[in-house]
Nanobody, 124 residues
Framework: QVQLVESGGGLVQAGGSLRLSCAAS????????MGWFRQAPGKEREFVAA????????YYADSRKGRFTISKDNAKNTVYLQMNSLKPEDTAVYYC?????????????????WGQGTQVTVSS
């Protein structure tokens, strides 16, 4: 079993930055690929970014490329999402997820464990 706890969300003005963190506990963290998803009110959960267990391979939704960066620190059992040049349309609850395979995926259904989410609000 893996427990995931997100932090770092908050209110930021458009153009600003936030760094989200996801701390994992439980089973061995460094054999899991990790992902970030988000869900805005009234919308479906959508893929943001993912990273392989080793941290060598990353995968982004096209609209987030260049603004968001995912990284992983296996020594700290933590995955990060650096978000720059934030836009009001980035407002959502951001979720961290883990899948019990080493390769990243943009598919919501392929993740086995989820955190509770952290709210990100971008004001215009």
């Amino acid at each position: 079993q893996v427990q995931l706890v997100e932090s770092g969300g908050g209110l930021v003005q458009a153009g600003g930055s936030l760094r989200l963190s996801c701390a994992a506990s439980g089973r061995t963290f460094d054999s899991y690929a990790m992902g970030w998803f988000r869900q805005a009110p009234g919308k479906e959960r959508e893929f943001v970014a993912a990273i392989s267990w080793s941290g060598d391979s990353t995968y982004y939704a096209d609209s987030r490329k260049g603004r968001f960066t995912i990284s992983k620190d296996n020594a700290k059992n933590t995955v990060y999402l650096q978000m720059n040049s934030l836009k009001p349309e980035d407002t959502a609850v951001y979720y961290c997820a883990a899948r019990t395979t080493p390769l990243p995926s943009g598919s919501y259904c392929s993740y086995d464990y989820w955190g509770q989410g952290t709210q990100v609000t971008v004001s215009s």
